[in-house]
């Protein structure tokens, strides 16, 4: 079935495909089901239900308002032919397009008349809305050339500049089994069973070209991208993301987000880069910290999100401002002046992370923590700066970890009939 | 503060409260937060978003219209002294009763003003609505007895017969770390945010007097509890718990749900009791199993979950039917057959399971399955022999993997005023 070709939603399709294999009419199926958000109309997302275009000049799940729920996975690709890697691609792609427009996979069970074959579909998602679906791709510099330098696809040529390896930061603690990866997928949705479904099927469908690395779920308010969301909190009960880029800044993006032609690898003109850290927070020891100092540390007032030297979340922080102990209101290590564009170089970043609690540690505490997603036009300008910065003086690192770390070039958008990386492979 | 004596939510605490702390006129603080949903009437939850009542004959959370949301914990307790336990089931349930009415589980900061002091709740879920959150209790049967047969708290010969350890079953793979443990507590709401900010609330207040065992997040449509909800799908992509125990079945639930006083632990009188398995499911091999196969090991149809013998999701598989080949339709080993209340001693259960992934198994498989809970009268009669009769025969076996167990007693529900468990501390 090619994309476009039709309209029909999963639960159409369960109607049509599924149900008629099954033996069942299609009004029995239909009367079984029912969602009072399901939409047929792949559009513009007015709701948390509808879908969210694939096609487009960038890739959608960058500057689209950030969904709420989030399934993240980072593959390591088996295969050493480049055919088989850009087949997949071209299958994904296919994939992607069905299922961010609500439909499955592919047909569940066996079209074309084979039960004995497995459903390309797993099934999971069957009768749920599209809920602002967005998949986005990155590839990581480990798929250009491998540890020994070797061309692994023929594409190390084309590996950018700004795809350079992140450097260890102080303090950093990762884990190679949560860091890294050749190909990343970044599936954000309004509903945590349509991102997990979405994940879990190009999983399947990369089975012997691809290996799951590791994976991430998150849930949602630590970062807004549009000025149409309010400012969420993370895990430490902070507004997080205040000054984050918005999608309606974009003139900002051209010049933070956006790679361009100038920058050196034509195929990435209108992708961008995605820097990936695990953070685990202390949460016991920061829920055991006082308020004054929580707010020193942050430098912004727990409640309202404002600078300690201002009133609204929004006011600019006052980094020159002294107290009645001539001592600065905003601390010379706090986050807020430590991260601020003004201390490292201009530097600007398209937050896009979430919360993770991954159940608890053996040792009586949360595994909880802030897993970070930031776009940028060029990691060794934006993020590293800004990361060197924190890891060295901030005075919350007594209450964060960085445990996993990752960083790919996420191409340009997919427009009709391309697929994913075409840019690069084609 | 005492519960009930006023209705302040989340929101407007944060403007008298901690924002008046940080120095923020309250107007400023309301400005900078938004959310459709928020409601200030705590009520019947008529939207996700809605208070469900904390109160009542029995505890919210069992027969309450699933929720889309789990964050489930399981508590050591670490004193040996029975007052400081019965102090944090006091101080737990006052804070339970503010949170699951939207509001902080304790003033953010210092209202007293000591901004010294760490606040009494930890700010992730300022300006998030009640979202449906309902808190439930349960005490294992480590609380009454330790290893060596000790009385811990002076209630081992208050400990009920029907919280018999579980038997082993075969094929059980459990996991220590992930199974039993003194008290547990399920949070389940709407939103993600609030059930995880409740668990942490608790886990923060209990500091000192229990420790996090485990805990597992989950996210919905594994079960119904409610005929106003549609069946959900499992992880198999097929309909589950279409045969659950409905909030509307009043008298199976008298019969098959609630403790009665002639069980013979009078204290349990409108409680139940709760089996908590952590089921891995080996999704990657499933999903590589062709439809007919599933539909066999199941014995319903995936698209609209029908018996294999009927039309619709609801009729009643006829197990006497057999097809042209002389065998039976809905196989022997069929899961909806060994699971069946004919072939169980007409063994009912209430479950409430979820969905879980957690992240990927460093084998190249997502850690994914079902965290099944199931409420009912006495696990002897129920879960005990369903489970003995699926783990011998269930051809599903090559599919799951039970890691964890729990049982738990879930003492009745709390009268305002009342502490959870007074009527086995009291």
Chains 1, 2 share one sequence.
Request: glycine fraction near 12%; charged fraction near 25%; aromatic fraction near 8%.
């Amino acid at each position: 079935m090619e994309p476009g070709s039709q309209s029909l939603s999963r639960r159409r399709l369960l109607g049509v495909g599924a149900a008629g294999i099954a033996g069942v009419t299609v009004a029995a199926a239909g009367g079984a089901v029912g969602h009072d958000l399901l939409s047929d109309s792949p559009a513009a997302a007015n709701t948390a239900a509808d879908a969210v275009p694939f096609h487009g000049a960038h890739q959608a799940g960058i500057t689209t308002p950030a969904q709420d729920r989030l399934h993240f996975v980072s593959f390591d690709v088996t295969t050493s032919k480049r055919e088989e890697l850009v087949a997949l691609l071209k299958e994904w792609t296919r994939a992607a397009e069905r299922m961010t427009r609500g439909k499955d996979a592919g047909p569940i069970g066996a079209v074309g008349g084979i039960p004995e074959a497995p459903p390309d579909d797993t099934g999971d998602a069957l009768e749920l809305p599209p809920s602002g679906l967005t998949l986005t791709i990155g590839f990581g510099p480990s798929l250009f050339t491998d540890a020994n330098g070797k061309d692994r696809f023929g594409i190390a040529g084309k590996r950018p500049a700004a795809l350079a390896d992140l450097p260890l930061f102080p303090a950093d603690k990762l884990d190679p089994a949560r860091s890294g990866g050749d190909i990343a997928i970044q599936a954000c949705a309004n509903d945590p069973q349509v991102a997990v479904h979405a994940i879990r099927n190009l999983a399947r469908i990369g089975f012997g070209t691809v290996s799951v690395r590791w994976s991430q779920l998150g849930f949602g308010r630590t970062s807004s991208t549009s000025r149409s969301q309010v400012t969420p909190r993370n895990l430490m009960g902070f507004k997080d993301g205040t000054r984050n880029l918005k999608a309606e800044d974009t003139k900002l993006l051209d010049e933070h987000l956006w790679a361009a032609p100038s920058d050196g690898a034509a195929w990435m003109a209108g992708g961008t880069y995605l820097v990936a850290r695990r953070i685990r927070m202390m949460i016991e020891t920061w829920d055991r910290t006082s308020l004054q100092e929580q707010e020193m540390i942050i430098g912004r007032a727990k409640g309202s999100g404002a600078p300690l030297t201002g009133k609204k979340e929004f006011d600019e922080p006052e980094f020159d401002t002294v107290g009645a102990d001539k001592m600065p209101v905003i601390a010379k290590e706090a986050h807020v002046r430590l991260a601020h564009p003004d201390f490292n170089g201009g530097a600007r970043l398209l937050r896009r992370g979430y919360n993770f609690v991954d159940g608890s540690d053996g040792l009586g505490r949360l595994d909880a923590g802030l897993f970070f997603l930031a776009f940028q036009r060029d990691p060794r300008k934006q993020f590293v700066p800004v990361q060197r910065s924190l890891a060295r003086l901030d005075v919350l690192n007594e209450y964060i970890k960085h445990v996993g770390s990752a960083v790919y070039a996420c191409p340009p958008g997919v427009r009709p009939g391309e697929y994913w990386g075409q840019s690069l492979f084609g």
